[in-house]
């Protein structure tokens, strides 16, 4: 199976300020059809998982211009320009290109 | 509206069985990949099985497969998961998911314990 790693795992970050988090695949994640299955997502606290960012740097419907996603080959990263209160939550890298998709271990954002 | 409503979950003893579904709104239900993903009390979601559009290829994950059958009927909207042989570390939230996870629902709990 395709192992996800995040870094970092928590991260404290003040209201306005940049955050970064990166994560890395075990393997490649280009699919035979050209493209990469590579997703950001949010899961808030008590709710549903919510899909920010998929193909790696294409952000869903309805979420801020703040989020932007980054990457090739097995290293991606996603950026929040600057984070909201409402930012706080686990937010988990996945890949879709081999089966089973696997996801990362979380990267928990607070705010300091 | 894009809509994924779950229902079937419970409490069940170690071997048991449950029958999740999965019913879907707003989008041409036939025409997009299904995925049910659990997530276990604390821990990060874990893709279960998927199913193509016409229900002619899934795929499991290893630790469910030969007890977890996953279907779709297209007319009714709908995907299910046959969840048989239950055992303790299959206690999680089931969430539908369309292709891609773009949408997800809001889970149904599935509780395995004596």
């Known amino acids: 199976d395709v192992v996800m790693t995040q870094s970092p795992l928590s991260l404290p970050v003040t209201v306005g300020q940049p955050a970064s988090i990166s994560c890395r695949s075990s393997?490649?994640?280009?699919?035979?059809?050209?493209?990469?299955?590579f997703n950001w997502l949010q899961q808030r606290p008590g709710q549903s998982p919510r899909r920010l960012i998929y193909?790696?740097?294409n952000r869903d419907s309805g979420v801020p211009d703040r989020f932007s996603g980054s990457g090739s080959g097995t290293d991606f990263t996603l950026k929040i320009s600057r984070v909201e209160a409402e930012d706080v939550g686990v937010y988990y890298c996945?890949?879709?290109?081999?089966?089973?998709?696997?996801f990362g271990q979380g990267t928990k954002l607070e705010i300091k | 509206e894009v809509q994924l409503v779950e229902s079937g979950g419970g409490l069940v003893q170690p071997g048991g069985s449950l029958r999740l579904s999965c019913a879907a709104s707003?989008?041409?239900?036939?025409?997009?990949?299904m995925s049910w993903v659990r997530q276990a009390p604390g821990k990060g979601p874990e893709c279960v099985a998927n199913?193509?559009?016409?229900?002619?290829?899934?795929y499991y994950v290893d630790s469910v497969k030969g007890r977890f059958i996953i279907s779709r009927d297209n007319a009714k909207n709908s995907l299910y998961l046959q969840m048989n042989s239950l055992r303790a570390e299959d206690t999680a939230l089931y969430y539908c998911?369309?292709?891609?996870?773009?949408?997800w629902g809001q889970g149904t709990t599935v509780t395995v314990s004596s």
């Open positions: 998911g369309r292709a891609g996870l773009g949408v």
């Open positions: 707003g989008f041409t239900f036939s025409n997009y990949w």
């Open positions: 199913i193509k559009e016409d229900g002619s290829q899934t």
């Open positions: 393997q490649g994640l280009v699919h035979s059809d050209g493209n990469t299955y």
């Open positions: 193909k790696v740097s």
């Open positions: 996945m890949q879709g290109t081999h089966w089973p998709h696997t």
